[in-house]
């Protein structure tokens, strides 16, 4: 990596590891929170924006599906928990309207922003293909916060508590998921 390594940092082939596990974590848990989403908002006005961003996420998972095989790193030990809570967030934050579902995915897509930037300035230029691939999701994710607040994200009830809870709940994914 771009960056000096320090005594018990780990070697650049177990960073990269880490990084395809919890991107792949990450894209399983989105696709799970839209998922949610849409079994409460099949029918509302919101939902084909919540398809676009899903099928968007799909891709993204996609990716990181033939990544972990090609790099043969093992997906992160918490996919169930994944599956269940992602499913529950979106489903949960559905239920409170559709604005708090935007909310939901603002907040989600603003750490995975900073979390996706922070890759890419790990990664330097050591690994292009993958720094390219990151850079084109990070695009999306920017995208998906930014059409989840013109969609008033910002107007759902309680949405500064709603948004900081998702968000620590974000950062805590990602570090449990870089790990196990």
Same mark, same amino acid.
């Given at each position: 990596m771009s960056?000096?390594? &320090?005594?018990?940092? #780990?070697?650049? =082939?177990?960073?990269?590891?880490?990084?395809i596990r919890v991107d792949h974590a990450g894209e399983y848990g989105a696709r799970r929170i839209y998922d949610g989403q849409l079994a409460?908002? =099949?029918?509302?006005?919101?939902? #084909?924006?919540? =398809?676009?961003?899903? =099928?968007q996420e799909q891709k993204h998972l996609d990716t990181f599906d033939r990544l972990l095989v090609e790099r043969r790193v093992r997906p992160t030990l918490l996919s169930p928990l994944w599956h269940v809570a992602g499913y529950a967030l979106g489903a949960a934050s559905a239920l409170l309207g559709e604005r708090a579902a935007m909310a939901c995915?603002?907040?989600? *897509? *603003?750490?995975?922003?900073?979390?996706?930037?922070?890759q890419l300035n790990r990664l330097g230029e050591d690994e292009p293909a993958l720094a390219a691939t990151i850079a084109q999701f990070r695009g999306d994710e920017r995208e998906h916060r930014d059409t989840a &607040?013109?969609?008033?994200a910002e107007d759902a009830p309680a949405y500064e508590p709603m948004t900081a809870f998702v968000k620590a709940g974000t950062r805590a994914a990602i570090w449990l998921s870089t790990r196990l």
């Open positions: 960056t000096h390594r &320090l005594p018990g940092d #780990p070697s650049t =082939r177990i960073a990269v590891a880490r990084m409460v908002l =099949r029918r509302s006005r919101a939902s #084909p924006v919540i =398809r676009h961003m899903a =099928r995915t603002a907040a989600v *897509e *603003e750490v995975i922003d900073r979390h996706y930037q922070n &607040l013109a969609q008033g």
